[in-house]
Nanobody, 115 residues
């Protein structure tokens, strides 16, 4: 079992930046993929960006020019740097770790962007 602890959400104005961090704990083995999803009210959860254990990065088209995602395999952390935030980025952001065929989720952290 792996636990994911997220931090860094909050309320910002449009154009500002936020950094989300997620740490995997209580797990001593390699994690295949770590990344971030988000879910806005009334919408489905969607991928924001993730990183494979080999370093391959996948970012959603809607954020690829503004967000970066990175991970530290040794520390078992994944970071989402969000720049030039827009009101449509408002959502609950969830950290996800995939190990073999299993997925684990954090509790979510709220990001609110005011116009």
């Amino acid at each position: 079992q792996v636990r994911l602890k997220e931090s860094g959400g909050g309320l910002v104005q449009a154009g500002e930046s936020l950094t989300l961090s997620c740490a995997a704990t209580e797990y001593d083995f390699d994690i295949d993929v770590m990344g971030w999803y988000r879910q806005a009210p009334g919408k489905q959860r969607e991928l924001v960006g993730d990183v494979g254990d080999g370093g391959k990065v996948l970012l959603a088209e809607s954020v690829k020019d503004r967000f970066t995602v990175s991970r530290d395999n040794a520390a078992k952390t994944v970071t989402l740097q969000m720049n030039n935030l827009k009101p449509e980025d408002t959502a609950v952001y969830y950290c996800k770790a995939r190990i073999a065929l299993r997925s684990f989720w954090g509790q979510g952290t709220q990001v609110t962007v005011s116009s």
